[in-house]
T-cell receptor
Framework: GAVVSQHPSWVICKSGTSVKIECRSLDFQATTMFWYRQFPKQSLMLMAT?????????EQGVEKDKFLINHASLTLSTLTVTSAHPEDSSFYIC??????????FGAGTRLSVL | GENVEQHPSTLSVQEGDSAVIKCTYSDSASNYFPWYKQELGKGPQLIID?????GEKKDQRIAVTLNKTAKHFSLHITETQPEDSAVYFCAANQGGKLIFGQGTELSVKP
């Protein structure tokens, strides 16, 4: 149980285009989902907390107009990287909040912006 | 806010030896401490966790210890195997979020 599916696993896009990443909890409902960014050989950095039916809460320094988050249902949250640039290239990982603060992670999405 | 420090950043052991990774945290209100294993190109996987009402927890070759007074917790892997090679992250909870350590790259040599 507690499977989190993330798609796509890898995406290449041109600079200036937008990319959407989906995060789904397959066998449980998640009121809260989290979005992280991870650069090579570094730790996970929380970008934002996504709550179903309300606006996401962004961490300091994360541009909310650039990283659009939508959590329209208890099983789906999406992250859209708008007007992507090469510096946005990174590994993006979502997680879903289970019982008692357990977080279940997706497999991650590698974004490469050319 | 919470700050989690993790050591060492890299650890190399021979197959069959034990590996220990240590973390310290700053917020005494933290009460949940998970450990994650991340293989290259994949998302983190929860391997064990501990809550502040216990001092130790074991699951086969993996154990975690917690010292609330000193605000540190450790991951112990015994009888290491090559497939244990990965990056390990500790974390502590704060305000419904997880704050991660810097990670430890464990290499188990056959």
């Amino acid at each position: 149980g507690a499977v989190v599916s993330q798609h796509p696993s890898w995406v290449i896009c041109k600079s200036g285009t937008s990319v959407k990443i989906e995060c789904r909890s397959l066998d449980f409902q998640a009121t809260t989902m989290f979005w992280y960014r991870q650069f090579p050989k570094q730790s996970l950095m929380l970008m934002a907390t996504s709550n179903e039916g309300s606006k996401a809460t962004y961490e300091q320094g994360v541009e909310k107009d650039k990283f659009l988050i939508n959590h329209a249902s208890l099983t789906l949250s999406t992250l859209t990287v708008t007007s992507a640039h090469p510096e946005d290239s990174s590994f993006y990982i979502c997680s879903a909040d289970g019982d008692q603060e357990l977080q279940y992670f997706g497999a991650g999405t590698r974004l490469s912006v050319l | 806010g919470e700050n989690v420090e993790q050591h060492p950043s890299t650890l190399s052991v021979q197959e069959g030896d034990s590996a220990v990774i240590k973390c310290t945290y700053s917020d005494s209100a933290s009460n949940y401490f998970p450990w994650y294993k991340q293989e290259l190109g994949k998302g983190p996987q929860l391997i064990i966790d501990i809550r502040s009402n216990v001092g130790e927890k074991k699951d086969q070759r993996i154990a975690v210890t917690l010292n609330k007074t000193a605000k540190h917790f450790s991951l112990h892997i015994t009888e290491t195997q090559p497939e244990d090679s990965a990056v390990y992250f500790c974390a502590a909870n704060q305000g419904g979020k997880l704050i991660f350590g810097q990670g430890t790259e464990l290499s188990v040599k056959p």
